[in-house]
């Protein structure tokens, strides 16, 4: 709990500039982030359905690890990912609300000035949502696949006969690697690999959840 508290307060700290440029770009329409951010908030209030809270876990332990902590943009995955281009090495940091600012928009170019206005959108968001209604806004309408948009529609092509860890994972799986029209023995290793990934973390991290609370219970 207090590595959390500290690790927002840095976030926090990161974030401040970047807050003050979005509010004042959303004043103004600089760059027309207002329109964008009217289109954003639109869809949250029209695509915000519930899902269960084990999807919404895996989603955020494979797209998003320190989700709770940040307020929009995780600086410390930017940080990590600009040495990771250094060392000649691909490795992203978008955030939830980033990867949905970015399916609303439809703006997919390869540019700072696409990145930035992605950045400054997931702030203002972060401030008008709970984290929990931009995850749950995403999965309504995020890319798993071919005929796949949304979990909904994912759901009525897979028929899946359970829902469980296994099945949750390999939704947010497709994030990574969206299912093609016809599967081929490449997407499935990979595809396989991903879903063991997320489910591995979900088990840890519940895991170590038990541990502290157990220790609590016994220090009371």
């Not at 329409?29 to 899902?51: D, K």
């Not at 998003?64 to 940091?93: M, N, P, T, W």
Request: hydrophobic share 40%; charged share 20%.
């Amino acid at each position: 709990m207090a590595k959390r508290t500290i690790l927002r307060f840095v976030y926090f700290l990161l974030s401040w500039p970047m807050i003050m440029v979005a509010l004042f770009c959303y004043l103004l329409n600089l760059g027309n982030v207002r329109l964008y951010y009217r289109q954003c908030i639109n869809v949250i209030h029209e695509n915000h359905t519930a899902y269960p809270q084990k999807l919404i876990q895996c989603l955020y332990f494979g797209e998003d690890k320190r989700g709770h902590s940040h307020l929009g943009v995780d600086y410390i995955g930017v940080f990590r990912a600009i040495l990771s281009i250094a060392r000649g090495e691909i490795q992203g940091a978008s955030t939830i609300e980033q990867q949905f600012v970015r399916t609303v928009i439809g703006r997919y170019e390869r540019t700072l000035k696409r990145k930035l206005l992605e950045q400054l959108l997931s702030h203002l968001i972060c401030f008008s949502f709970t984290k929990h209604e931009v995850a749950e806004s995403y999965l309504s309408i995020a890319f798993f696949g071919t005929h796949m948009k949304g979990v909904t529609s994912l759901y009525e092509r897979l028929a899946p006969e359970s829902y469980d860890l296994n099945f949750y994972a390999g939704v947010v799986a497709r994030l990574k690697y969206p299912q093609p029209k016809k599967e081929s023995q490449i997407w499935s290793i990979k595809h396989s690999k991903r879903t063991e990934w997320i489910s591995r973390q979900y088990n840890s991290a519940n895991k170590a959840f038990k541990s502290d609370s157990q220790h609590s219970a016994l220090s009371v």
